[in-house]
């Protein structure tokens, strides 16, 4: 019973330090540029970037993510019916396998969208 108690403050623990750990690092690394005399200018992005907004990426990525899985149900299920491969083989195999490459084609795309 004690277990289940401790594992929410653990967590917002981690987050919380990570988070700390990431803006102290900043900070500092920020601070010795200032005293090495570094333009202020580099800790601002400029608007000359053009950057693909994020809920293309999102919605290309999990758009890729859920085709892939579709497909994988699929194979699986001609597997299963047409070689006799064990379902629970089969099934979460190719599931997980199109879903990495749904994910894989959806990276590289995104990088495409950039160019």
């Known amino acids: 019973m004690g277990s289940e108690v401790i594992i929410m403050p653990a967590f917002l623990g981690v987050f919380f330090g990570i988070f700390y750990l990431f803006i102290s690092a900043r900070n500092k690394e920020r601070m010795a540029l200032i005293e090495k005399g570094a333009d202020a200018s580099i800790f601002y992005s400029s608007k000359e970037k053009r950057v ?3 809920w293309k990426i999102f919605i290309l990525n999990f758009s890729l993510l859920l085709m ?3 497909v ?3 194979i699986a299920g001609i597997l299963h019916y047409s070689l006799g491969l064990e379902d629970g083989i089969a099934f ?3 599931i997980f396998l199109m879903a990495g490459v749904g994910l894989f084609t959806g990276f ?3 990088k495409n969208l950039d160019k």
């Open 52 to 54: 693909t907004p994020v």
């Open 92 to 94: 979460p195999g190719t």
């Open 108 to 110: 590289t795309m995104t």
């Open 72 to 74: 994988g149900i699929f």
């Open 68 to 70: 892939g899985i579709g």
